[in-house]
């Protein structure tokens, strides 16, 4: 045992020997690199053999050598010190993660006490949990309010009797008498952005350049998803609320909260407690969509304070589904008798003629976008007031969403995308993937063919909707690069632009290249 602890003692010796000479030596180095002494006594002699030259040299050679030591050493302490803030950070992040796991903790078992109490209310008032809606029409004593019969108590908390889907089924009776409006149906796409852009400025005193109005119009053409992003105060949420206002069928808001995290925030949810499902305004109006053929918007406000892939998810797959058929939601696992009649085996089919407008500001207090959300949607920059004008007093129209859609299919047969585009874009393709080592998806040349068509049809140009769709789909995906690697390739690409497109054209392109390389 001896020999064996005489061995694993040399043998140990031996690297822990070779640890502490490094650190060792790493102090007798630090020891001899600010060793003012030898410096003296080096500089005292030769001091005796030099000539004034020698003199002027050696002062510049030591203020030299100074300046050097001195940025290393505030170096040294810039790192020490941006280590210390990152690890600061890191653990503020740590503890409000925590904290919030906490919080969640709470609120779960503050809902089971609720459901408990609940489940204790009940069970004291001889009723079945299935029962508990009876709950809602009690007062505070118990006692059930003027009015109210045995019998509609029952048929409360019966599948045979009053709906679990209260909003829904209030939709399906003021349906019954519904007759459909008369639309404006005689206005083309140049006519609809001329008069919305009219209307917002002469009864809403909002201004928005002919071009903005242009790209919401033709992104209601290539995504059911439309986001609206820029600088606060640039009428963000105003243009779809204005626009909702023109076709006289108000845009319903959901505002966004930061604790959205699922679905049911959007559709809400099943209480098995009272065996209702819990409504939301969106589901009402997606509901009520599907009785009437005009347009109906969304607007999600501040979509990004919470994460977008979270929430909607689910809808950004099936709003991707090529078959309309296919855009259908579950909303509950079983079937009632009396369930609203546009409900089928507790499926939602979403309605054609709702599209979902997004705002976006980027900011500390909101979540990044993904490259999920931006590819199946449609962005749209607003980072300035439009200038005021004079516009004639306009008045709102019944907008019907077939007539829009009529439009749309029209526009993409009088205005293709031209051959010369396309072989510019392959070229464009190609020259980009060697550079950039990225390439264009086929849901980007589906959405050109969406876009292009109807914003000439809108009164725009097909170069400057090519324009807006490489800066938005294409380039965007730039600033997820390495910017250090593609600084030098940054210029060149604007010389390809100049060369195969003219220095005229391609002016969103350019301008987010030139804000790149600003950035870098």
């Known amino acids: ?25 790493l102090w007798n180095g630090l020891k001899d690199m600010f060793n003012l002494k030898t410096y003296y006594e080096t500089v005292k002699t030769y001091s005796t053999e030099f000539t004034a030259m020698d003199w002027i040299l050696a002062g510049i050679t030591v203020l ?16 020490i010190r941006k280590y210390i803030r990152i690890r600061k950070s890191l653990v503020e992040q740590d503890a409000l993660l925590d904290e919030v796991g906490k919080l969640n ?23 079945k949990p299935g029962e508990a809606s009876e709950l809602d029409m009690e007062g505070e004593d118990g006692e059930k309010p003027e009015g109210s019969t045995d019998d509609e108590q029952e048929q409360e908390i019966s599948p045979t009797g009053r709906s679990r889907f209260y909003k829904l089924t209030e939709i399906d009776k003021a349906m019954e008498t519904y007759e459909p409006e008369k639309t404006n149906d005689e206005l083309d796409l140049v006519g609809i952005c001329e008069t919305f852009r009219n209307y917002a400025a002469s009864k809403m005193g909002l201004y928005y350049k002919i071009k903005i109005i242009r790209l919401f119009i033709a992104s209601l053409s290539s995504s059911r998803l439309t986001v609206l992003q820029g600088i606060s105060g640039t009428g963000k949420t105003s243009l779809p609320y204005a626009f909702g206002k023109f076709t006289n069928n108000d845009a319903i808001i959901a505002s966004v909260q930061p604790s959205w995290r ?26 009520e969509a599907k009785y009437r053929d005009i347009v109906y918007l969304t607007i999600l406000d501040e979509m990004n304070i919470a994460r977008v892939e979270y929430y909607f998810a689910e809808m950004l797959s099936i709003l991707e589904m090529p078959s309309r058929d296919e855009w259908v939601i579950d909303l509950i696992p079983n ?40 590819d199946r949607a449609m962005p749209i920059d607003i980072n300035e007031k439009g200038q005021k004008f004079d516009a004639p007093v306009t008045e709102s129209i019944k907008l019907s969403s077939k007539h829009m859609e009529k439009l749309f299919k029209k526009a993409k047969e009088e205005h293709p995308i031209s051959e010369e585009i396309m072989s510019k874009l392959e070229e464009m393709d190609d020259y980009v993937i060697e550079h950039f080592r990225l390439a264009f998806g086929n849901r980007i040349v589906k959405q ?17 909707g090519f324009d807006y769709m490489m800066a938005k789909k294409v380039l965007r995906k730039f600033e997820q690069l390495n910017l250090s690697f593609i600084r030098d390739e940054i210029d060149p690409f604007i010389s390809y632009l100049d060369k195969h497109f003219g220095k005229e054209n391609m002016q969103e392109c350019k301008e987010f290249l030139q804000r790149l390389k600003k950035s870098m």
């Not at 030299?64 to 790192?79: H, K, R």
């Not at 309605?351 to 990044?368: C, K, R, V």
């Not at 050109?448 to 400057?464: K, N, Q, S």
């Open 335 to 374: 079937v009632w008798e009396n369930d609203p009649k546009k409900l089928e085996g507790g499926k939602l089919k979403l309605p054609d003629n709702m599209w979902y407008i997004g705002t976006i500001n980027n900011d500390d207090s909101t979540f990044m976008v993904t490259d999920k959300v931006y």
């Open 64 to 79: 030299i050598f100074l300046t050097i030591v001195v940025l290393v050493v505030v170096l040294v302490y810039l790192l």
């Open 262 to 287: 699922d679905r049911t925030e959007l559709f809400g949810y099943f209480n098995e407690f009272t065996k209702r499902f819990n409504e939301t305004e969106v589901l009402s109006k997606m509901y």
């Open 1 to 25: 045992m001896d020999i064996f602890i005489r061995f694993l003692f040399d043998f140990l010796s031996q690297f822990f020997g070779g640890i502490g000479k490094i650190f060792l030596g």
């Open 448 to 464: 050109l063919h969406d876009f292009i068509p109807i914003y000439v049809a809108c009164g725009g140009t097909e170069i400057d």
């Open 105 to 127: 903790r709470e609120v779960f078992k503050l809902t089971q006490e609720k459901e408990r109490i609940l489940a204790m209310k009940i069970s004291q008032l001889g009723l």
